[in-house]
């Protein structure tokens, strides 16, 4: 069970009570005769810890001379099989059965190798290379060297010794000369120092790498993962990057594990099952938890949706619950949680994809404008040249230049020579960023009905300035305040929220910790009854008025108060646009650039494309930060901006927009 000291995170225990005889007795009375009694047998099982599987294999083969695992594989089938089976094998003997199958016959299941090998403590390596040479009679690593190769087969090789170091005194100065040597290994070094990442992150201790990703992440400017994605390839890629995520939290790697192994359509159930199996005595309360705090369902509900029958009866008995139901954080999501507020806190250099033109000739872009649009047909690829590829400052030049060669109005031209998503794409980027996104907020609130997302998209996450320029902009095109369209056209906490925000008068000094305990303890009160200190006005008071630095202690110190994550607790207490308003503003403190790349991924994704959302991001962040959108796109969803966009576009449209992505990742 749990080692001294440590608090039990399995979901499976020692059965009270436990008789070995008495429980081989009642399985071999569930196999006799015709058929067999397979909710007996689940019932049982599930409910044994492996230690106590073991000594009931043992009494089956003294009370009846016959091997229990063979007669269980000969009464059961399928998946229900395979789940049963792998549950009555000791961990290092599953894990050696899964590298076994992974290695044989034609081709590599890298993926099995990958998940086992960077995820294993010390002692579980040493067990399952003893287990291996026990089952199969032969040598692990001469196997895996035999069926691997270049860089892959090397840091396999070396997480195959077990011996990583496991002392928790860490040394400062070593932590600063890893992050240096790692850095100067990729992204300063042409070409990559592969070895170089392989000794460090094959060899050094859990809580040393851990500060090591810090420090790099604050010299480097980008998370190691990214680093990874973009200077190491194939297989050696993916298993360096899952060992960077079991040295942050192998609960959150594993809950991603599960949660890729039943997502869309199909279910991989050799990677469910081997999990469910592997971890059920270890940390699945965590990975539960983390499951949830990252995909909003529970890891039960998604097993219940995705699987049926007796399989899938035993896979919730594995899970132990029901967290939606529960309701509760478990203290290793909290510490993700907290982790999360702890790196959304280091500063990292926000860079747009659109920078000015070095060679700039405000009426030489008037003119190949004018020749793209005059005569028969338009030119668009030349518009396109020209617009994506300068700033805003100078296209606002390019403006008055057209004025004073042609005595032409160029967004005029523009409109009738373009058409569709193209035309509001250019004619977008040709307005000032104020002036664009008045005019966003403007279509959003006219008209019947109201677009509140896109209310809150704007108004959640201009700074200060932006929303004072907003303003004016708002004023001069429609001649009214913005403030009173946003009044007339929403109503009770939501109008307020917008109100507020619309304010621009945000604090922008630094944390004040005191304070902060203060806002957060304000938060977390939910005994208040007082109508006008409600829940909604005393998140409005901090969320829309403190600094992003402030918010974001006020946000960790919430979670130590409280176990979770402030963003569970508004889905949890708060509903509708009031709840969407206030997640957007978390979201926007705790990382803007991803909150972007989400919304970007949800324009795009399933059937049909939300044109509408996908243009007003790439336009609105081309010059402030959507080069770190598209690093935390891929960091996300496991593909880049440029690739997504270009499967769900097309014609100029697309190639408008590829040139204000950039490049491919």
């Given at each position: 069970m749990a080692p001294q000291g440590k608090v039990y995170r399995g979901s499976v225990k020692d059965f009270p009570g436990f008789d070995a005889n008495q429980d081989a007795e009642a399985l071999y009375n569930a196999m006799k005769g015709f058929g067999s009694d397979k909710e007996a047998i689940l019932d049982l099982i599930t409910s044994r810890s492996n230690k106590q599987r073991v000594e009931i294999c043992q009494a089956y083969k003294s009370l009846y001379g016959k091997d229990l695992i063979a007669d269980l594989k000969y009464e059961l089938t399928g998946k229900f099989e395979r789940l049963i089976v792998s549950l009555m094998r000791p961990p290092a003997y599953g894990d050696a059965k899964e590298i076994k199958d992974a290695i044989s016959g034609i081709g590599t299941d890298e993926k099995c190798l990958i998940e086992i090998l960077a995820s294993r403590t010390n002692q579980e390596i040493h067990d399952l290379v003893a287990a291996y040479k026990d089952a199969y009679e032969r040598d692990l690593e001469a196997d895996i060297v035999g069926d691997t190769s270049g860089h892959f087969k090397k840091m396999l090789v070396v997480l195959l010794q077990g011996a990583r170091e496991e002392d928790d005194v860490v040394s400062e100065d070593l932590v600063e000369q890893d992050a240096k040597d790692l850095l100067e290994a990729g992204e300063l070094k042409w070409g990559t120092d592969e070895a170089q990442f392989i000794y460090i992150l094959g060899r050094r201790s859990r809580q040393h790498l851990r500060l090591v990703f810090d420090e790099y992440l604050k010299i480097a400017g980008k998370p190691i993962e990214r680093s990874i994605r973009g200077e190491l390839s194939g297989d050696f890629e993916k298993l360096m990057l899952a060992v960077v995520k079991c040295i942050r939290s192998k609960a959150e790697y594993f809950a991603e594990r599960l949660y890729k192994a039943m997502k869309g359509l199909g279910t991989r159930d050799n990677t469910l099952i081997r999990i469910m199996v592997s971890r059920s005595e270890i940390d699945m309360l965590d990975i539960r938890e983390v499951f949830r705090t990252k995909y909003e369902k529970s890891l039960y509900n998604m097993i219940k949706e995705d699987t049926s029958g007796e399989y899938k009866k035993a896979l919730l008995k594995l899970c132990g619950g029901d967290d939606d139901a529960a309701g509760e954080f478990f203290p290793e999501a909290a510490q993700v949680a907290y982790r999360m507020w702890?790196?959304?806190?280091?500063?990292?250099?926000?860079?747009?994809?659109?920078?000015?033109?070095?060679?700039?000739?405000?009426?030489?872009?008037?003119?190949?404008?004018?020749?793209?649009?005059?005569?028969?047909?338009?030119?668009?690829?030349?518009?396109?040249?020209?617009?994506?590829?300068?700033?805003?400052?100078?296209?606002?030049?390019?403006?008055?230049?057209?004025?004073?060669?042609?005595?032409?109005?160029?967004?005029?031209?523009?409109?009738?020579?373009?058409?569709?998503?193209?035309?509001?794409?250019?004619?977008?980027?040709?307005?000032?960023?104020?002036?664009?996104?008045?005019?966003?907020?403007?279509?959003?609130?006219?008209?019947?009905?109201?677009?509140?997302?896109?209310?809150?998209?704007?108004?959640?996450?201009?700074?200060?300035?932006?929303?004072?320029?907003?303003?004016?902009?708002?004023?001069?095109?429609?001649?009214?305040?913005?403030?009173?369209?946003?009044?007339?056209?929403?109503?009770?906490?939501?109008?307020?929220?917008?109100?507020?925000?619309?304010?621009?008068?945000?604090?922008?000094?630094?944390?004040?910790?005191?304070?902060?305990?203060?806002?957060?303890?304000?938060?977390?009160?939910?005994?208040?009854?007082?109508?006008?200190?409600?829940?909604?006005?005393?998140?409005?008071?901090?969320?829309?008025?403190?600094?992003?630095?402030?918010?974001?202690?006020?946000?960790?110190?919430?979670?130590?108060?409280?176990?979770?994550?402030?963003?569970?607790?508004?889905?949890?207490?708060?509903?509708?646009?009031?709840?969407?308003?206030?997640?957007?503003?978390?979201?926007?403190?705790?990382?803007?650039?991803?909150?972007?790349?989400?919304?970007?991924?949800?324009?795009?994704?399933?059937?049909?494309?939300?044109?509408?959302?996908?243009?007003?991001?790439?336009?609105?962040?081309?010059?402030?930060?959507?080069?770190?959108?598209?690093?935390?796109?891929?960091?996300?969803?496991?593909?880049?901006?440029?690739?997504?966009?270009?499967?769900?576009?097309?014609?100029?449209?697309?190639?408008?927009?590829?040139?204000?992505?950039?490049?491919?990742?």
């Open positions: 702890e790196l959304s806190a280091v500063k990292v250099e926000l860079r747009g994809t659109v920078q000015p033109a070095g060679v700039f000739n405000d009426d030489g872009d008037a003119q190949v404008l004018r020749k793209a649009m005059k005569g028969l047909g338009t030119d668009e690829g030349a518009i396109i040249e020209v617009v994506t590829k300068r700033s805003n400052a100078q296209r606002q030049q390019i403006l008055k230049a057209y004025k004073a060669h042609y005595g032409r109005d160029l967004m005029a031209d523009l409109k009738s020579e373009l058409s569709g998503s193209l035309a509001k794409l250019i004619l977008g980027l040709m307005l000032t960023p104020a002036q664009y996104d008045a005019k966003q907020l403007r279509k959003a609130v006219e008209g019947a009905g109201t677009d509140e997302s896109v209310l809150i998209e704007i108004m959640a996450t201009r700074n200060n300035q932006e929303i004072r320029a907003i303003n004016e902009a708002y004023q001069e095109a429609y001649h009214k305040s913005l403030e009173d369209d946003l009044s007339s056209d929403t109503s009770g906490h939501f109008k307020r929220i917008l109100v507020s925000l619309a304010l621009g008068n945000r604090d922008e000094g630094p944390e004040n910790l005191t304070q902060a305990h203060e806002d957060a303890k304000k938060l977390a009160d939910v005994s208040s009854n007082d109508s006008s200190d409600s829940l909604e006005t005393r998140f409005l008071s901090i969320l829309c008025t403190r600094s992003y630095p402030h918010l974001r202690r006020v946000f960790q110190e919430f979670i130590k108060m409280t176990n979770h994550d402030v963003e569970h607790a508004i889905k949890k207490r708060m509903s509708g646009d009031v709840r969407d308003a206030f997640v957007a503003i978390v979201r926007s403190v705790k990382n803007k650039p991803a909150f972007f790349a989400d919304k970007l991924y949800k324009s795009m994704k399933g059937a049909g494309t939300d044109e509408r959302t996908l243009t007003r991001i790439m336009i609105s962040r081309s010059e402030i930060d959507l080069f770190n959108i598209r690093g935390e796109f891929i960091d996300l969803f496991d593909k880049s901006l440029h690739h997504m966009i270009e499967k769900d576009t097309s014609g100029d449209y697309r190639k408008a927009l590829l040139a204000l992505c950039g490049r491919e990742d």
